[in-house]
């Protein structure tokens, strides 16, 4: 079992920046040596599906939202298996609970995902 934590949400103004954080770890010792293939940040807002922010490989390759290029980004911390979100330039269409999700690589070539509660970034107008 892969437990995953984000934080760093927060209240700031249109224009300001916020950084996201997130760490996924196993919950047992048997199950440390797990591989985490891709991680990503998604957000969801009230009636609407969740989408897509930003996603990081374990290679490094990433992917973002048209909605957020050049102005958010997404890296791999030092410690194993922790992401980071930088986000700039915030406007209030950005507000929405941020998630994390980890991917675990099976023998099998599929992927099992996690998620994290979510942390919740409101940009003032």
């Known amino acids: 079992q892969v437990q995953v934590v984000e934080s760093g949400g927060g209240l700031v103004q249109s224009g300001g920046s916020l950084r996201l954080s997130c760490a996924a770890s196993?919950?047992?010792?048997?199950?440390?040596?797990?591989?985490?293939?891709?991680m990503g940040w998604y957000r969801q807002t009230r009636g609407k599906q969740r989408e897509l922010v930003a996603r990081?490989?374990?290679?490094?390759?990433?992917e973002y939202a048209d909605s957020v290029k050049g102005r958010f980004t997404i890296s791999k911390g030092n410690a194993k298996n922790t992401v980071y979100l930088q986000m700039d330039s915030l406007t209030p269409q950005d507000t929405a609970v941020y998630y994390c999700?980890?991917?675990?690589?099976?023998?099998?070539?599929?992927?099992?995902?996690?998620w994290g509660e979510g942390t919740q970034v409101t940009v003032s107008s």
């Open positions: 990081i490989t374990r290679g490094g390759d990433t």
């Open positions: 999700k980890a991917e675990q690589s099976l023998p099998d070539g599929l992927t099992l995902p996690y």
């Open positions: 196993a919950q047992i010792e048997a199950a440390r040596s797990f591989n985490i293939e891709r």
